[in-house]
């Protein structure tokens, strides 16, 4: 469920353990961490369709679908062709800048 709500979170959480915790290269261990929050993120959509009452708008949950799987597809190519230190200074800035929104929007 957290994986599902807070996507952005587990992403980076990932990120560092892999980097920092396995010493593994970002770049290389993408495809495994792209793979995984795929798992994590079709697991709690099940959980949260059933939950929820999204399912009344079909059109809406197929446009968003449409962009994850392209968004995914895209995200999965330019991330293959970034050095490491780039990847990881990316998904940092987009933290930092996300968590900065989000405190001021409160």
């Not at 980097?19 to 290269?25: A, E, F, H, I, V």
């Not at 290389?28 to 939950?51: G, K």
């Not at 197929?62 to 970034?82: D, I, K, P, S």
């Amino acid at each position: 469920m957290y994986g599902g709500y807070f996507g952005g979170a587990v992403g980076i959480i990932m990120l560092a353990l892999s980097t920092n915790g396995l010493r593994l290269d970002a770049a290389a261990d993408n495809p495994m961490r792209v793979t995984q929050l795929a798992a994590i993120y079709i697991s709690a959509t099940v959980l949260f369709l059933i939950a929820s009452d999204a399912l009344s708008a079909p059109l809406l949950l197929t446009v968003m679908l449409v962009g994850v799987v392209v968004g995914g597809f895209a995200g999965a190519q330019l991330t293959r062709r970034l050095p490491a230190w780039l990847l990881r200074g990316i998904l940092l800035a987009t933290a930092a800048i996300t968590t900065v929104l989000y405190l001021l929007r409160g």
